[in-house]
């Protein structure tokens, strides 16, 4: 009985670690994506992964694309600014 507690308390507790990361940063208006010029791809096959949006230091800051290996089987789904009760948040994009 007493494992099952321990275990049920490393469980809540693990829980509450990961929910305290995913929280959604949010801005009142979406930011203008900044141009750039994409580079040459290095090599041939090459995946452009496009720029995405990271919060920090208390703001959203534009991370630049780069040029990935594809992935077999899978493809790119691309990040988005999605609209949440004060305004916007940027969803990342990942490899699905």
């Known amino acids: 009985m007493k494992k099952i507690a321990k275990i049920g308390l490393l469980l809540a ?3 509450t670690l990961f929910t305290s ?6 801005v009142a208006e979406r930011p ?10 290095p090599y ?5 992964v496009p720029g995405e949006w990271a919060w920090r230091g208390n703001r959203y800051v534009y991370i630049n694309g780069y040029y990935a290996r594809p992935r077999p089987g899978r493809v790119y ?6 609209p949440v009760r004060r305004g916007y948040a940027w969803h990342r994009g990942h490899w699905r």
């Open 44 to 48: 041939a096959g090459a995946y452009w």
């Open 77 to 82: 789904v691309q990040g988005y600014w999605h």
């Open 32 to 41: 203008a994506e900044p141009v750039y010029v994409r580079p040459v791809a």
């Open 13 to 15: 507790l693990t829980g």
């Open 21 to 26: 990361c995913a929280a959604d940063y949010y």
